[in-house]
Structures are given as C-alpha cells and as structure tokens.
Nanobody, 120 residues
C-alpha cells in the first residue's frame, strides 16, 4: 500500500485545516489508517486512528478538536483539524495497517508526511 499525505500549510491559531491521506496499491477498505505527528525534537505521537470497520480512537489531548473520517470509494482518509493551536505544529504522517494501533511502530505502511505550522 502506498500512502500520499497532503493538505499541510501555515494557519493562524484558531483556524482549521483538513489533511488527506490517499492510498493506492492495496485493498484500502481492509486497512486501519492512523495519523501521527512529530514536532521538532519530540517523539512521534499518536493523533487518531480509524479502523477498517470505522471504529475511531483519538489522542486524549485533542479534546474534540480533530475529526478523522474515511471515504473508501476514494481510498482516502481525512483529518479535519479545528481550533488549531501553536502546539499542533508538527509534521503529520498517515500510516496503514491491517489491525490498527495507537503505537506507531505497529504500522507497516507510511506516507511521506505533511507539515502543519500554526502561528500564534
């Protein structure tokens, strides 16, 4: 499975942005897709995951600001991000795995990352 993340950019605090993760080369609807992020000098951290059946988990720090969804007809997973904060600044990665996990090391396939910068 090949993943292509897109949608990054510069946004002011309080703004919104939507990331897309487009998949190709596999049976997309069999895979769980997770979003992770990595800020400079920090470890990669879990953001959200959506399973093949649509079960969703979010990182606790999000407090309802982000929404993950999937469109199997388009082989795409989205991450809608609202009420963005400067601390959300990071490179965001999407990843796919048949089982899905909150742990980044469990994922077999990764996109290239898309960068978000939130200015204060």
């Amino acid at each position: 499975v090949q993943l292509q993340a897109s949608g990054g950019g510069l946004v002011q605090a309080g703004g919104s942005l939507r990331f897309s993760c487009a998949a190709s080369g596999g049976t997309f609807n069999r895979y769980a897709v997770g979003w992770f992020r990595q800020a400079p000098a920090k470890d990669r951290e879990f953001v959200a995951v959506i399973s093949a059946s649509g079960t969703i988990y979010y990182a606790g720090f999000l407090k309802g600001r982000f929404t993950i969804s999937r469109d199997n007809a388009r082989n795409t997973v989205y991450l809608q991000m609202n009420s963005l904060k400067p601390e959300d600044t990071a490179v965001y990665y999407c990843a796919a795995d048949l089982l899905g996990s909150l742990a980044h090391y469990e994922y077999d396939y990764w996109g290239q990352g898309t960068e978000l910068t939130v200015s204060s």
